[in-house]
């Protein structure tokens, strides 16, 4: 019987092999939408800027994938210092699913609060995790992200918990061993959840979602302080 595949180089070989065409067809639709071979009309622009939109996810995808094989190599490494938390928490995106970017509102004081990581990646995470939780609100309340620090001595954490306000106080109610598993595996999302969770998780965190019958709409996010 043969050898299983060693996965992670699997996904890195795909990586490579995806990357090559999206890279010319891409290098195709700038030259295109410059108008370096001809003009364009108003609706073949509008056609060419939706492949350059449809071109950019699947490039966002690709690292995605190459992330994830990665970690699994071991190959990927965060950039580790003390950061404060409201530079992260400053910098996280989030994005519904008509690609806008929408504004969180957020509560808590943060003031002197470090974590030890690589705040570029902790921000990448947690906007993944807002935009998860984002989708999953159906009605017009607002995506609020609460941050507060529990525990004592070296168990000291930054907790964040993202939904409703009516979901953030289940969340701050709850045992963590109560919370639910994070589920990462959502469609549209690409594998932005995966690479998160891990993110989190190296960083010593932990990811989990909201109690209650809909565990998608809410996460509880724990990062050890520095």
């Known amino acids: 019987m043969a050898d299983a595949p060693d996965w992670p180089k699997v996904l890195s070989l795909a990586v490579h092999e995806f990357r090559t065409p999206l890279t010319v067809v891409a290098g195709y639709l700038r030259m295109l939408s410059t108008d370096r071979v001809g003009p364009l009309s108003d609706a073949?622009?509008?056609?060419?800027?939706?492949?350059e939109k449809s071109c950019a996810k699947l490039s966002a995808l690709i690292t995605e994938v190459s992330d994830v094989a990665?970690?699994?190599?071991?190959r990927l490494t965060f950039l580790r210092s003390p950061v404060p938390l409201s530079g992260i928490?400053?910098?996280?995106?989030?994005?519904n699913s008509a690609g806008d970017r929408?504004?969180?509102s957020w509560r808590g004081s943060v003031d002197?609060?470090?974590?030890?990581g690589d705040a570029e990646r902790l921000a990448q995470a947690v906007s993944a995790v807002a935009t998860a939780v984002a989708r999953e609100i159906m009605d017009d309340d607002p995506l609020c992200l609460v941050a507060d620090v529990a525990g004592s001595g070296n168990a000291r954490e930054a907790r964040l918990s993202l939904g409703t306000e009516a979901v953030t106080r289940a969340i701050a109610d709850a045992s963590r061993d109560a919370l639910p598993?994070?589920?990462?595996?959502?469609?549209?999302?690409g594998l932005?959840?995966?690479?998160?969770?891990?993110v989190i998780e190296d960083h010593g965190g932990?990811?989990?979602?909201?109690?209650?019958?809909?565990?998608k709409a809410g996460a509880a996010i724990a990062l050890p302080l520095s």
């Open 44 to 51: 073949q622009r509008r056609v060419i800027q939706e492949a």
């Open 70 to 74: 990665h970690f699994h190599q071991g």
């Open 89 to 95: 928490l400053d910098n996280v995106a989030v994005i």
């Open 102 to 104: 929408l504004a969180v």
């Open 112 to 116: 002197g609060i470090l974590v030890n």
């Open 181 to 189: 598993s994070f589920d990462i595996t959502r469609g549209g999302l």
């Open 192 to 198: 932005s959840l995966v690479v998160a969770q891990q």
């Open 206 to 215: 932990d990811l989990r979602g909201a109690p209650g019958e809909r565990p």
